[in-house]
Protein backbone atom coordinates (compact mmCIF):
# COMPACT_ATOMS: atom_id res chain seq x y z
CA UNK A 1 0.00 0.00 0.00
CA UNK A 2 3.02 2.67 0.84
CA UNK A 3 4.31 1.62 -2.54
CA UNK A 4 1.49 2.58 -4.43
CA UNK A 5 0.31 5.88 -2.12
CA UNK A 6 4.37 7.22 -2.86
CA UNK A 7 4.01 5.96 -6.40
CA UNK A 8 0.53 8.06 -6.52
CA UNK A 9 2.24 11.23 -4.60
CA UNK A 10 4.87 10.94 -7.50
CA UNK A 11 2.32 10.95 -10.08
CA UNK A 12 0.53 13.99 -8.67
CA UNK A 13 3.51 16.09 -8.39
CA UNK A 14 5.03 14.92 -11.82
CA UNK A 15 1.66 15.90 -13.52
CA UNK A 16 1.65 19.50 -11.48
CA UNK A 17 5.05 20.63 -12.78
CA UNK A 18 4.02 19.36 -16.06
CA UNK A 19 1.08 21.77 -15.53
CA UNK A 20 3.26 24.60 -14.26
CA UNK A 21 5.88 24.25 -16.70
CA UNK A 22 3.05 24.27 -19.86
CA UNK A 23 1.63 27.61 -17.95
CA UNK A 24 4.48 29.63 -17.57
CA UNK A 25 5.62 28.71 -20.99
CA UNK A 26 2.14 29.76 -22.58
CA UNK A 27 3.94 33.64 -23.17
CA UNK A 28 6.93 32.37 -25.03
CA UNK A 29 7.61 34.15 -28.07
CA UNK A 30 7.87 32.27 -31.15
CA UNK A 31 10.19 33.95 -34.30
CA UNK A 32 7.18 35.43 -36.21
CA UNK A 33 5.79 36.97 -32.88
CA UNK A 34 9.33 38.37 -32.08
CA UNK A 35 9.82 40.08 -35.74
CA UNK A 36 6.32 41.35 -35.66
CA UNK A 37 7.09 42.83 -32.00
CA UNK A 38 10.43 44.14 -32.76
CA UNK A 39 9.02 46.01 -36.44
CA UNK A 40 5.92 47.46 -34.16
CA UNK A 41 8.10 49.08 -31.53
CA UNK A 42 11.07 50.44 -34.60
CA UNK A 43 7.92 51.65 -36.07
CA UNK A 44 6.92 53.26 -33.03
CA UNK A 45 10.05 54.93 -32.19
CA UNK A 46 11.10 55.81 -35.72
CA UNK A 47 8.02 57.81 -35.51
CA UNK A 48 8.82 59.34 -32.71
CA UNK A 49 11.94 60.83 -34.28
CA UNK A 50 10.30 62.96 -36.96
CA UNK A 51 11.11 66.11 -36.10
CA UNK A 52 8.25 67.54 -38.41
CA UNK A 53 5.90 65.73 -35.73
CA UNK A 54 7.83 65.90 -32.16
CA UNK A 55 5.97 67.86 -30.24
CA UNK A 56 4.14 67.79 -26.51
CA UNK A 57 0.74 65.26 -27.80
CA UNK A 58 3.60 62.59 -29.63
CA UNK A 59 6.01 62.94 -26.52
CA UNK A 60 3.60 62.68 -24.27
CA UNK A 61 1.42 60.39 -26.20
CA UNK A 62 4.10 57.94 -26.37
CA UNK A 63 4.31 57.09 -22.82
CA UNK A 64 1.42 54.97 -20.35
CA UNK A 65 -0.38 57.18 -18.10
CA UNK A 66 -0.64 54.45 -15.66
CA UNK A 67 0.45 53.23 -12.13
CA UNK A 68 3.72 52.29 -12.34
CA UNK A 69 5.42 54.99 -15.16
CA UNK A 70 8.63 56.03 -13.88
CA UNK A 71 11.79 57.88 -15.61
CA UNK A 72 15.16 58.35 -14.63
CA UNK A 73 17.67 60.58 -16.79
CA UNK A 74 21.22 61.99 -16.33
CA UNK A 75 22.03 60.02 -12.92
CA UNK A 76 18.63 60.33 -11.12
CA UNK A 77 14.70 59.28 -11.33
CA UNK A 78 13.22 62.31 -12.74
CA UNK A 79 9.80 61.31 -12.19
CA UNK A 80 7.81 57.95 -10.14
CA UNK A 81 4.39 59.28 -12.35
CA UNK A 82 2.64 60.02 -15.83
CA UNK A 83 1.45 63.20 -13.87
CA UNK A 84 4.13 64.24 -12.59
CA UNK A 85 6.48 63.79 -16.09
CA UNK A 86 3.74 65.36 -17.93
CA UNK A 87 3.10 68.55 -16.23
CA UNK A 88 6.97 68.74 -16.68
CA UNK A 89 6.30 68.41 -20.03
CA UNK A 90 3.79 71.13 -20.24
CA UNK A 91 5.74 73.86 -19.29
CA UNK A 92 9.31 72.39 -20.96
CA UNK A 93 7.22 72.69 -24.89
CA UNK A 94 5.75 75.92 -24.08
CA UNK A 95 8.98 77.16 -24.53
CA UNK A 96 10.03 75.04 -27.56
CA UNK A 97 8.98 76.84 -30.98
CA UNK A 98 9.87 73.11 -32.93
CA UNK A 99 12.05 70.44 -33.58
CA UNK A 100 14.82 71.25 -36.08
CA UNK A 101 16.51 67.96 -36.60
CA UNK A 102 15.37 64.61 -34.31
CA UNK A 103 16.85 61.07 -36.06
CA UNK A 104 18.07 58.02 -34.66
CA UNK A 105 21.79 57.51 -34.72
CA UNK A 106 21.35 53.44 -33.75
CA UNK A 107 18.26 51.65 -32.28
CA UNK A 108 18.38 47.88 -30.59
CA UNK A 109 14.84 46.46 -29.86
CA UNK A 110 14.95 43.37 -27.45
CA UNK A 111 11.58 41.78 -27.00
CA UNK A 112 10.95 40.20 -23.21
CA UNK A 113 7.55 38.48 -23.79
CA UNK A 114 4.44 38.86 -25.84
CA UNK A 115 3.28 42.08 -23.68
CA UNK A 116 7.01 43.44 -23.05
CA UNK A 117 9.58 44.62 -24.96
CA UNK A 118 12.89 47.44 -24.84
CA UNK A 119 14.64 49.78 -27.09
CA UNK A 120 17.56 51.22 -26.91
CA UNK A 121 18.39 54.12 -28.58
CA UNK A 122 21.02 56.80 -29.85
CA UNK A 123 19.22 59.62 -31.20
CA UNK A 124 20.62 63.67 -32.39
CA UNK A 125 18.18 66.29 -32.13
CA UNK A 126 17.85 69.80 -32.26
CA UNK A 127 15.10 72.47 -31.24
CA UNK A 128 14.52 75.91 -31.55
CA UNK A 129 13.11 77.64 -28.52
CA UNK A 130 10.73 80.47 -28.67
CA UNK A 131 13.78 82.99 -27.58
CA UNK A 132 15.64 82.07 -31.20
CA UNK A 133 17.66 80.04 -29.19
CA UNK A 134 18.91 76.41 -30.83
CA UNK A 135 19.25 73.30 -28.20
CA UNK A 136 21.35 70.47 -28.63
CA UNK A 137 19.38 67.85 -27.38
CA UNK A 138 21.72 64.43 -28.39
CA UNK A 139 21.63 61.25 -26.14
CA UNK A 140 21.01 57.52 -25.19
CA UNK A 141 17.63 56.21 -23.92
CA UNK A 142 16.69 53.15 -23.28
CA UNK A 143 12.31 52.54 -23.23
CA UNK A 144 10.77 50.07 -21.68
CA UNK A 145 7.63 49.23 -23.54
CA UNK A 146 4.23 47.34 -22.30
CA UNK A 147 1.64 46.49 -24.79
CA UNK A 148 -1.83 47.90 -23.40
CA UNK A 149 -5.18 47.51 -24.58
CA UNK A 150 -4.30 50.82 -26.84
CA UNK A 151 -1.29 49.73 -28.36
CA UNK A 152 2.69 49.44 -26.94
CA UNK A 153 3.68 52.35 -24.61
CA UNK A 154 6.65 53.23 -22.54
CA UNK A 155 5.93 52.44 -18.95
CA UNK A 156 9.71 52.93 -17.63
CA UNK A 157 12.84 54.74 -19.08
CA UNK A 158 16.21 55.94 -18.41
CA UNK A 159 18.21 57.83 -20.29
CA UNK A 160 21.51 60.30 -20.72
CA UNK A 161 21.76 63.85 -22.95
CA UNK A 162 25.22 64.34 -24.28
CA UNK A 163 25.56 68.16 -24.98
Known amino acids: MKKYLSSFVILIVMVFFSI ?3 TLCKDEVTDKEREKIKGEIETIVTDFFNPNTLNYN ?3 G ?3 NKEGYVMGGDGKIQYTS ?4 NEHMKSSFAGIQRFTEARLVAMYVYVLSKTAATCTTEFKSKFLMVSGDTILNN ?3 TFVFKK ?5 KVIQENGTHIR
Do not use: E, K
Request: charged fraction near 15%.
Open 20 to 22: SCR
Open 58 to 60: THT
Open 62 to 64: MRA
Open 82 to 85: YSSY
Open 139 to 141: GCW
Open 148 to 152: FDNGW
